[in-house]
């Protein structure tokens, strides 16, 4: 639980010696509250008791009906004072996601309390809008070496995380901590110590359950701002981290690919009648066998044989024959460069090849035991992923620099 209590009460204390300064008058403790010059003094020093009890209720009320002031100003200033107490407030939940070696500087912060889970949780999430953030979290702090390049700028991501929300965490706390903390009309008695429970409830069951998700619902759908989550659902979704090392360099490979009948006419523009005839009646020829395999029941293998030993445009030298003929074998074959092969496949004017059962070339036991295309396939497809977050990470910063931090409280 965060000690909200410990963040209150400088400020409160700073807030009762000021009264008592009247015009650089002190006004004597037994004027303000009968009895209680002991504790008025203490409280000044910002002095906790052991009941941890900071002020009590009659001392409250005493101050109110003296100068005339409400028992939320005594305690939480005015709003500006308010919304500096809330800003420490997350402030102190936003350092348990900054790096190991801000904790000296940070100490002071995270001394306050560890807080609730729930609360943690939802507002991890809500950091991921910014995907420099996500991309650290979870890929860059578990790097044996950061590079002083890789710091990300933690103070404006939560700057502008405290602008986008104060209004509604202000407005929230009002209704739902103060009030429940306060009777300016007497009837319920004031508990200091009632406070840290107070706003651990509001932290779990407003904010980290509606505010929160709110906010990440509408940041969700704005074109700058959901780059970030953008971020978070590729590392999630498609890097696999620790694969395991697989020293085998090579892969079966099974080969499927039908016979192409090619040929190279190179005509000199001196042929006779004769050699024309000749390279007409064997076109006529290879057309009409082409056509009969076609209309025929045999297998395609035996039709591929038939094709290969048939033979074309012989003694004609006019024309080469450049056709390739029928391979069904199996052969090893290093799997880098085949996945290399796949991946670099030129993709020029939009073209894809959108067949899914191409019979060329298969893998067998690809998603059995012969994984080792599959691990070099994830590799590939971590490289790329990598620099895709880089890209989106750089996109997003330079985007968000270009907002005036005015505009962003009246974004949500």
Request: with cysteine; aromatic share 14%; proline share 4%.
């Amino acid at each position: 639980m965060i000690n909200f209590e410990q963040i209150l009460i400088p400020s409160i204390a700073s807030r009762f010696k000021e009264l008592r300064n009247n015009k650089g008058r002190k006004l004597q403790p037994e004027i303000i509250s009968y009895g209680q010059k002991s504790a008025i003094l203490r409280l000044e020093k910002a002095s906790v008791p052991k009941s941890g009890n900071f002020v009590s209720d009659r001392l409250l009320e005493d101050y109110v009906d003296y100068f005339k002031v409400t028992k939320e100003h005594l305690i939480f200033g005015k709003q500006k004072e308010l919304e500096l107490q809330l800003f420490r407030l997350f402030f102190t939940i936003f350092v348990h996601f900054t790096p190991d070696e801000f904790d000296d500087f940070l100490y002071k912060f995270k001394s306050i309390g560890q807080p609730n889970k729930k609360v943690l949780e939802s507002f991890e999430e809500l950091l991921y809008v910014f995907g420099d953030f996500g991309r650290w979290y979870k890929i860059k702090r578990f790097e044996e070496e950061l590079a002083p390049t890789e710091v990300i700028d933690y103070e404006s991501i939560f700057k502008i995380f405290w602008l986008l929300s104060k209004e509604t965490i202000m407005s929230s706390f009002q209704s739902d901590v103060i009030q429940n903390i306060i009777d300016e009309s007497g009837k319920e008695k004031f508990i200091f110590t009632k406070i840290n429970t107070e706003v651990d409830r509001w932290l779990k069951n407003k904010i980290a359950k509606f505010i929160f998700p709110n906010m990440i619902k509408k940041l969700k759908s704005d074109s700058v701002f959901k780059i970030g989550f953008m971020v978070k659902n590729l590392i999630d979704e498609f890097l696999v981290d620790n694969l395991t090392p697989d020293y085998h360099t090579k892969i079966p490979m099974k080969r499927y690919i039908p016979p192409m009948p090619s040929y190279d006419f190179q005509f000199k523009g001196n042929e006779s009648q004769e050699d024309l005839r000749k390279i007409v009646d064997e076109w006529v020829r290879m057309q009409e066998d082409f056509h009969k395999l076609n209309e025929s029941t045999m297998s395609n293998e035996e039709k591929f044989k038939i094709i290969e030993e048939k033979k074309y445009f012989e003694g004609i030298d006019q024309i080469t024959d450049t056709s390739t003929p029928f391979i069904n074998d199996e052969q090893v074959v290093y799997a880098e460069e085949f996945l290399d092969s796949v991946l670099n496949q030129p993709r020029g004017d939009g073209y894809i090849d959108h067949r899914l059962n191409r019979v060329e070339q298969k893998i067998p036991g690809m998603l059995q035991e012969n994984n080792k295309a599959q691990k070099l396939f994830q590799e590939k497809i971590n490289k790329m992923t990598l620099s895709l977050i880089d890209e989106l990470v750089d996109y997003q910063n330079t985007f968000i620099s270009c907002i005036e931090w005015k505009e962003l409280p009246e974004y949500l």
